[in-house]
């Protein structure tokens, strides 16, 4: 995917369509013809390795000194008649018409909506990507990790009370300082995993409690002066930005940073190639969950500054540990209709780095 920092204006589909006042972003993969980047069963192979320019992963945890977590790309698509789904089409606003799918990042669209909008500006309205009409497939079908006869719990996570996420929420919207607090410290132990949705709308992206409908975070792509500034985060409903995501200068890693100046890095990821499958797309996480004031993007001089190649579809992963025990700490798909993410996180992720993570895995 060739990254934009600027998007065409959508003042063209805005006279048409009346709405859209923001411009589309989408961060995606890119799929296969086959497989439009829909949810996937996770594989149970976890022996894909990371070219860290001949240092080997032991040698890279001790030079660190933080805990790192591999990302497992994933495959294996079921699907269901989509036809019969009473979903609204992002663009029009209305009950999708004639679903069409776009090749690059998966989304569906009423057929005439996105033959418009790809006819005037040649991109595809979230990702990016170059498109034409000719690229466009009508969708009776459309990627799922579940069938209605299937679980409904997608991430692998046992369901757990989420009451208790429940009444953190209700005591930290109290405040605004409680509240970022909350946000942005790592869930306890003893802590149930707690699971949400991401979703994309008018250029925001949210990241939602499940059980109860709570706004969390909101996200915005490039909306700064500094180009390298992916995402602004903000909490629950508040306009104040305690966070964003920057690229480095190469844009194949990046670093979350609290707006406080005074704070280090609490995550970055670096993204390399799968050496066993150059097509598939791996990333190191580094978490600075015990204080080291180390920089964990140090980590970024040892390892490839940008993919060989796109990913092969997969746009679900999740994060294991990178020790014997494999410990996985947060898992991420699409739903049953592939209009937004099911995400599930665990100790030891902040709500804060769990929406970053899973946005920024999504960025090329």
Known sequence: MDAQLTSVSPAVFTKRFGHHEEDWIMIEDSPTDDEFGGDAL??????????????????????????????????????????????????????????????????????????????????????FDDLMPVNLSTAPTFPVENTPDTPSTPLGFQPGDMSWHLDLVAAAQQDITTMTNFLVAPLPPSANAVQCAIRFE???????????????????????????????????????????????????????????????????????????????????????????SKDATSITSEVPKQWMQKSAGGDGFKLVACNDVFDEGMSLCRDALSQCWLVEFRCPFSPLQAFAVSLGKLVP
């Not at 698509?77 to 606003?93: A, G, K, M, N, P």
Request: proline fraction near 4%; hydrophobic fraction near 40%; charged fraction near 20%.
């Open 202 to 292: 008018n250029g925001v992206f949210t990241l939602v409690l499940q059980e109860s409908g709570i706004i969390l975070f909101s996200a915005t792509q490039y909306d700064q002066a500094n180009p390298l500034v992916m995402q602004s985060f903000r909490p629950f409903s508040s306009t104040s930005i305690v966070a964003h995501t920057e690229r480095s200068a190469c844009g194949s890693e990046f670093t979350l940073r609290l707006d406080d100046k005074t704070q280090p890095s609490i995550l970055a990821i670096v993204q390399t190639q799968d050496v066993a499958s150059p097509n598939n797309r791996q990333a190191l996480v580094t978490l600075d969950i015990d204080g080291d």
């Open 42 to 127: 996770f594989l149970d192979d976890l022996d894909m390795q990371i070219d860290q320019d001949d240092m080997s992963k032991a040698e890279l945890l001790d030079t660190v000194g933080l805990a790192d977590w591999e990302v497992e790309a994933t495959s294996i698509v079921r699907t269901i008649d989509l036809l019969v789904s009473s979903i609204e089409c992002f663009l029009c606003q209305e009950e999708m018409f004639q679903p069409t799918a776009v090749p690059c990042c998966g989304f569906v669209y009423c057929r005439n909506c996105i033959q418009q909008w790809v006819s005037d500006c040649g991109t595809c309205p979230c990702c």
